[in-house]
Structure formats: C-alpha cells, structure tokens
Nanobody
Framework: QVHLVESGGGLVQAGGSLRLSCAASGRILVDSYMGWYRQAPGKQRELVAGITVGGSTSYADSVKGRFTISRDNAKNTVYLQMNSLKPDDTAVYYC????????WGQGTQVTVSS
C-alpha cells in the first residue's frame, strides 16, 4: 500500500518562501508522474505543477516563474519550492502520484498573509 506524506506547509508573509516535500512510502512504479495540486476555500482543486520521471515539468500560469517542482526518484520524493508567495496562493496543497493508479496525500495548509 502506498502512502504519501507531505510536509513543509505553514504561515508566511507575502513575498516569502516555503518548500513542500512529499515522500511516497510503499511501492510505486518507476515511470510515475508526480504533481502538486491546491484547493482554496470555495474553489475547485487545481493543478499547480507536475513533473515526469524524466524531469519534464509543467506549471499553472499563476505560479510560473515563482514555483519550482523537482523530484528525487531514488527517494520517491517530490518537492515544490515556492517563492514570492502571494495571498492568493493560500490553499491546502496536495501531493499527487500517478503510476497507473492514483494516490493523494493528506494535504498541507499554506497560508500567505498580506
């Protein structure tokens, strides 16, 4: 059974930075897609960033140039470096892994104060 454990959320002032981590325990296929989603109150969950096993990345327009996704395949871990944070980035952030099956983390709260 696969579990995704997220860490790194918290409260930060606008303009600050946070780094989220998500470690997958259990067995996942090597050729997996990893991503980060977020859901703000009253809004739908949206894709923030994704990365393939080969390192190809994609980002939501709202975070391009500010967020960076990366992964360590040996550790089955995906990261999200978030810089120049804005109050609009406030949300619960969820880790997602797809290897033919789909797994979700429990979510970590990110709050950006103005």
């Amino acid at each position: 059974q696969v579990h995704l454990v997220e860490s790194g959320g918290g409260l930060v002032q606008a303009g600050g930075s946070l780094r989220l981590s998500c470690a997958a325990s259990g067995r996942i296929l090597v050729d997996s897609y990893m991503g980060w989603y977020r859901q703000a109150p009253g809004k739908q969950r949206e894709l923030v960033a994704g990365i393939t096993v080969g390192g190809s990345t994609s980002y939501a327009d709202s975070v391009k140039g500010r967020f960076t996704i990366s992964r360590d395949n040996a550790k089955n871990t995906v990261y999200l470096q978030m810089n120049s944070l804005k109050p609009d980035d406030t949300a619960v952030y969820y880790c997602n892994v797809v290897d033919g099956r789909t797994y979700w983390g429990q979510g970590t709260q990110v709050t950006v104060s103005s």
